[in-house]
């Protein structure tokens, strides 16, 4: 798991990046850690590009740089709507062009079950970062790029991507986010709940307790929306893994730098 924040795709905003080293150091040991795998699964929430995504996010002449993907990449996107009801999010591939840009169908990350508008039909902020996470660590395996909204999954709601019970080794790299309302100077208002809503993240992902996880992103008593957090894709974790907790884990980062909530974390499962 790493965060969505823009600045951690090099080039992009390296003054900020700068102020974070630790946080850099630890997305890169995490990612170094993906083994050899036949595919890779990137799960982000569904947030448009264009709202900005995280603190930290760039402007100026590199903004518009971070919002293709790199040659060569492959990514398919889908929605999955565990709040609406309905089928599947549809999805659609995308590969990369030669000069870097990304040529994407028109409808790419809609959901056409969906009961409200459709979706932006760029890639989210997540997808985007991801991805160059990915490049940037020459994790050249196909990937295809899930984009949640919703947390209430069932069996029936997920894409077939998510079908993890076969012979192929997976890697998974999750991209999300804690609170945005750590002080004053936070992207969402001032809460001092996001302290503790952070801490019971942090110490289900130390855990490696996928139950606890679930248990942490769904808070009756403290809904992630309250204090701006992204957990929709640490909630599919939760759900995928219940079944099969990891044989380790180890939480690299845990901070708010910039009055977001930032995780690292590496699950690892020990099989044949």
Request: some cysteine.
């Amino acid at each position: 798991m790493c965060p969505g924040a823009p600045f951690l795709v090099k080039g992009t905003a390296p003054a900020i990046a700068r102020q974070v080293p630790d946080l850099l150091a630890a997305c890169g040991e995490a990612l170094d850690r993906l083994p050899a795998a036949d595919r890779t699964l990137l799960i982000g929430s569904w947030r448009p590009a264009r709202d900005g995504g995280s603190a930290g996010g760039s402007g100026g002449g590199a903004d518009q740089a971070w919002r293709v993907f790199r040659p060569g990449t492959v990514v398919r996107t889908c929605v999955t709507r565990g709040d609406t009801a309905g089928g599947r999010g549809r999805g659609n591939a995308g590969q990369s062009t030669g000069d870097g840009a990304v040529s994407l169908p028109g409808d790419i990350g809609r959901d056409d079950s969906a009961d409200d508008a459709a979706g932006p039909s760029e890639p989210s902020v997540a997808t985007l970062v991801g991805a160059h996470l990915l490049c940037a660590a020459r994790h050249a395996t196909a990937t295809t790029a899930l984009e949640v909204r919703g947390s209430a999954h069932s069996p029936v709601d997920l894409p077939l991507e998510l079908d993890t019970d076969g012979s192929d080794r997976v890697t998974v790299l999750v991209i999300a986010d804690g609170a945005a309302c750590h002080g004053d100077s936070a992207p969402g208002r001032r809460d001092d709940r996001s302290d503790a809503f952070d801490a019971t993240l942090a110490r289900a992902l130390a855990s490696g307790d996928p139950a606890a996880l679930g248990d942490a992103c769904r808070n009756p008593d403290l809904p992630a929306d309250e204090v701006m957090a992204s957990v929709d894709p640490l909630a599919l974790l939760a759900d995928l893994t219940r079944s099969a907790p990891p044989d380790a884990a180890d939480l690299l980062y845990s901070g708010a730098p910039f009055g977001v909530g930032y995780f690292v974390s590496s699950w690892r499962w020990n099989r044949v």
